[in-house]
């Protein structure tokens, strides 16, 4: 622990990982709301045609009209304040009989505020509306991983973390409508329907319950997460990282559909004129914001399923921010070396002193630094929970397994969950895992 009080080190590295994390979203981030020129395939102009038009009065005294209006808004480059079409600047006599193929541009064109791609009609650019989506998405999700590990820590916060069996106690208007995107209220005459049909209704449903679930769904659980942020915690984390999924699958849809479509402007000054060619973008560029949504997709994904374990028993819940997966109830780490070495306490270790304290690091430290390392193995085994904790497993074992091993609710509407569970007196962390070297 490097002279740290207990638990410290892992409190570090949670913030450490959550801020690396943030890396990745920085990346994607930059890429896409710094788009400029340099995207398009200027070899393929949309249309040969240059069209030009005029400034407005408040930037045609300028020394740059071009950044004040694109300072203003790139609608304002095509459109009058009431909206209309502005009407054509006389094409400068320096372009007169040039194409958008062979067009000379000045240097300004690439560089500065006003290289960034605009679309040729104006309005927002899509690529930067994107880019401040993902940066809101991940922001959210790696606040709300970190705040998950963060409690999870602690052993009065830890059974306060909702699985999703205590939720639909907690919070049963959510439950039912998590149950009802999954289509499980199985009521009335429609899953009488032959499998063809269900077959044929289920990319209508799968579209419908997708916008549900972003417009509807998640903004309860938001609400539901101010006013109870510890217990949403992990849950929040779940549904964030399908949401997170879901506009990365839209986004790369719309990047299929449209790219071959949109059009965006370069734009430069020509003498009293702003003139424009339209271009689209490049087939790297495409490629590449395709990689940027699969790694998304990929990320979200993998998030979604860390969190299965604790989403199933609040017991085997793992932490999230560090990537190998090892519930926290295993910690401290204890073991002792095999009885044909002796009693000798375990190297760097005291004796009485955990192996392995702190839950954010490697439980299985110090294992390949012992004399017998070589001939030696790991063993990991579940155990009985402490005694004072058998009346509650012995409640649980009356639930059923379903889906996925997470616990029903065909068995458990009548279970009463304890107002709080070990707030008082919590459990030595190391009852629910063993680690055996043998």
Excluded at 54 to 67: G, N, Q, V
Aim: net charge positive; charged share 20%.
């Amino acid at each position: 622990r490097v002279g740290l009080p207990p638990l410290w080190p892992s409190r570090l590295k949670i913030l450490m990982m959550g801020i690396l994390s943030s890396i990745f979203t920085l990346t994607v981030f930059q890429y896409l709301n710094g788009a400029n020129a340099q995207y398009l395939n200027l070899a393929q102009p949309a249309t040969p045609r240059i069209v030009c038009t005029s400034p407005s009065h408040e930037c045609e005294k300028e020394a740059d009209p071009l950044e004040c209006m694109v300072s203003e808004s790139s609608r304002a480059i095509w459109k009058d304040k009431e909206g209309s079409p502005k009407p054509e600047c006389p094409m400068p006599a320096s372009l007169v009989g040039d194409t958008c193929h062979n067009a000379s541009l000045p240097f300004s064109a690439f560089i500065g505020e006003s290289s960034r791609l605009h679309t040729a009609v104006g309005g927002f650019n899509p690529l930067r509306l994107w880019s401040w989506l993902f940066l809101a998405l991940m922001v959210l999700t790696s606040a709300l991983t970190v705040m998950h590990d963060l409690s999870l820590l602690e052993d009065h916060l830890r059974p306060q973390i909702l699985t999703l069996l205590e939720m639909a106690h907690f919070a049963p208007t959510l439950w039912n409508w998590l149950m009802g995107l999954q289509c499980r209220r199985r009521s009335g005459s429609s899953w009488n329907l032959a499998i063809s049909t269900r077959l044929t209704l289920w990319p209508l449903w799968s579209l419908v319950a997708g916008m549900a679930f972003m417009l509807l769904v998640y903004p309860f659980a938001i609400v539901v997460f101010i006013w109870h942020p510890i217990r949403m915690s992990r849950i929040m984390v779940f549904l964030s990282g399908i949401l997170s999924g879901l506009w990365s699958i839209v986004f790369m849809i719309m990047t299929l559909s449209e790219f071959r479509r949109q059009r965006y402007s370069l734009l430069w000054n020509a003498e009293s004129c702003i003139c424009m060619c339209k271009f689209p973008l490049n087939a790297w560029v495409v490629l590449r914001l395709l990689a940027f949504g699969i790694a998304v997709l990929a990320h979200s994904v993998s998030l979604v399923l860390r969190t299965l374990k604790g989403l199933r028993r609040n017991e085997w819940a793992n932490m999230l921010t560090v990537l190998y997966s090892v519930p926290v109830e295993a910690f401290p780490v204890r073991w002792a070396r095999p009885p044909e070495c002796g009693d000798d306490c375990i190297m760097w270790r005291a004796e009485g002193e955990p192996v392995q304290g702190e839950p954010a690091f490697d439980p299985f430290c110090l294992m390949d630094e012992q004399p017998e390392s070589s001939w030696t193995q790991v063993r990991v085994q579940p155990v009985a929970r402490l005694d004072k904790w058998r009346a509650i497993a012995e409640e649980r074992k009356l639930l059923e397994i379903g889906c996925c091993g997470f616990p029903t609710m065909r068995r458990a509407r009548n279970f009463a969950f304890p107002a709080a569970r070990r707030t008082d007196h919590a459990p030595d962390r190391g009852h629910k895992a063993r680690l055996l070297q043998s």
